[in-house]
């Protein structure tokens, strides 16, 4: 910032700090810095927790459970396996682990979404493919759009089905 700017921004906006040393303001900054780095360090989740995480919300879309099974079910009892079997220390650092219904749900969308990705992506390198397309109706009446797609992957023949 040009010292023209920052003088009339101190004196409009900062009048108690006017004319305060250099030093003052170095010091503020190193205690901005450290404040960042104590709320990076206590908001970014360790990358086995989101391991964990991921590994959870697979388990509980390929169960086809509710998504909120995580934080009513399983936290809680790996939690209580944790404590009686390990220590206390072992069980608070499982708590750590994101797993509320929205964090499930869209890391169920995530790795969805990826899986298309690897399809479309298998797709479009193989030599040729086929695909069928059929329509049908639920039991509440809600048009359901069914795609089956075989291709070739790597001399094998793949098939992939999409709701």
């Known amino acids: 910032m040009k010292p023209a700017h920052l003088q009339r921004h101190q004196k409009t906006k900062h009048q108690c700090h006017v004319g305060k040393p250099a030093e003052f303001f170095k010091r503020k900054l190193s205690d901005f810095q450290g404040s960042q780095k104590v709320l990076q360090k206590a908001t970014t989740t360790s990358e086995k927790a989101l391991k964990a995480s991921l590994a959870v919300s697979l388990l509980i879309a390929k169960a086809k459970m509710p998504f909120s099974i995580a934080e009513e079910l399983s936290l809680p009892a790996a939690g209580m396996m944790a404590e009686i079997m390990l220590d206390k220390k072992t069980a608070d650092q499982l708590k750590a682990v994101p797993l509320s219904h929205q964090t499930v749900s869209r890391r169920v969308s995530e790795m969805s979404a990826d899986i298309q990705d ?12 086929s695909l069928q397309v059929d329509e049908s109706t639920d039991i509440s009446g809600q048009a359901q759009l069914v795609s089956f797609v075989r291709y070739i992957d790597e001399d094998d023949i793949k098939e992939h089905i999409s709701l």
């Not at 690897?118 to 493919?129: D, E, H, R």
């Open 118 to 129: 690897q399809v479309v992506n298998k797709l479009k390198a193989s030599q040729s493919f």
